[in-house]
């Protein structure tokens, strides 16, 4: 837990979100300003800053990650999607704690 990272106050239930899915290491929230019909965002329950802080300890937790998509993808209208991580300031990343934006649902 960051208490300067929203993400990290979102999953400690200290800021109000959407949760749409949760397993014990990932937390499914809906994105506020969505950029596609749905845009969830499949955030880690551990606070990581983005992908290149991953350490060989993070394996089970980088792999729910995508498991989690798919199973989102189970969902009605989410059959065909789009997953993207932005990764540093100049690649857009503004919340620096992991997370892939999950967009579908055109
Ligand atoms: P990024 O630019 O990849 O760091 O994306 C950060 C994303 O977090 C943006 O799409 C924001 O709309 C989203 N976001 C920021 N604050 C919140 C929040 N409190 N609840 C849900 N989504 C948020
Ligand atoms: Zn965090």
Redesign the pocket.
Known sequence: MNKDC?FCR?IDQE?P?QVIAEDNNVLV?????PQAPIHY?IIPKKHVVDIGALTVQDTHLASSLLLMAQKLSTFPGCDQFKLHS?NGPAA????FHI?I?FLAGW
Do not use: E, T
């Open positions: 929203i979102i800021i979100s929230i809906k994105d506020i300003n965002l932005n857009g990343q503004v919340v997370h934006h």
